[in-house]
């Protein structure tokens, strides 16, 4: 009988999880032992991350898109459908037309910034969080001569460091103008520090301070008037911005809220190790849509795949899963816009900045070309 594994979700962990299934179980799929199902709500596939690269002018937005087929592989049958429902209990999910069964299923649904969680932020705020947001700034950063540019961060949201890399590299890219000196850059926190991870907070501040980048903490915005182009902060403080560059607070997807498989937030209970749903032995949860207590990140999502891949492939095969998951996260931090620096960490060992190096910002550059090897399952 054809074991059906379901991955739901084309970002990157779900296209890296399914295409690395599709090899590992090519026996087994063409005895049709096991299928592997691969279910997006979109044709298309964006490197998120090149986001804050349209925003700068560095690179055009059609560069980080792919049709999801030309990089599936020819083992995964690949569905375009939007999920509206998912029913743990009789293991099917539920579109508006269709049904799905499964006898195992990856959730990878990511996660989304909400825009519209505080009055007038979708009208007066920027963002390089979204294609079209990226286009937008683009263009206002293109165009601005003088003023101040105000960053404002909620949490959680993906790509944690994000935030830091784009104010580092703005400051860059209006010297490169000529025009630094007219403008004023301002970064924002909602705790005492400039990150979560304190080591990436101590790492970033002397930079802030040599390059004379204003900042605040315990900021936390609450409303946005956009027409006078006002950030209104919890504690009544108005501050004055003619860019506002906002990155609100991240939520699961719409489908996990709706199937009542979330917390308040729309994230997934999972275990932190074996990455199971909490109380469910068929479905495993990778990338933004888990709960865990680290970085939603690209790179997260695959060191993730890389216990659930195993296991699944070990449980088609009638074998014991003994892959764990160790909490393993790696991300770059743009420096500016010629230099880097890196993190890599797990549950047991805390981030250590490396020294920010050419070469490491050249490494970045290269995996932004070589990501599209890692979404196919190759790398």
Known sequence: MTKRIIVLGGGAGGTMAANRLARQLGDEIKAKKAEVVLISNTDQHIYQPGFMYIALGEKEPEHFIRRENSIVHRNVVLITDRIEKIDVKKKVLKSRQNHYPYDYLVISTGSRPDFNSLPGLAEGASNFYTLDGAIKLRDQLANIEKGRILITVDVPHKCPVAPLELVLMLDEYFRKRGIRDKIELKYTYPINRLHSLEPVSRWAEPEFEKRHILSETFFNLEKVDPKEKVAITMDGEEHPYDILISVPAHTGAQ?????????????????????????????????????????????????????????????????????????????????????????????????????????????????????????????
């Not at 994230?267 to 990455?275: G, V």
């Not at 393993?328 to 010629?338: D, I, P, Q, R, T």
């Open 255 to 379: 489908v996990i809220i709706d199937s009542g498989l979330g917390d308040e937030d729309g994230f997934i209970p999972t275990d932190r190790h074996t990455l199971k749903m909490e109380n469910s032995d068929c479905v495993y949860v990778i990338g933004d849509a888990t709960n865990l207590p680290i970085s939603k990140a690209g790179s997260t999502a695959h060191y993730e795949t890389e216990t659930v891949v195993p296991n699944l492939m070990n449980r088609i095969k009638g074998r014991p899963e003994t892959a764990v998951y160790d909490g393993k996260v790696a991300c770059f931090l743009e420096n500016s816009l010629h230099d880097a620096s890196m993190i890599a960490f797990d549950y047991k060992n805390p981030p250590k900045p490396a020294a920010a190096s050419e070469f490491i910002h050249w490494f970045k550059a290269v995996y932004n070309e070589l990501y599209w090897l890692n979404a196919r399952g190759i790398l």
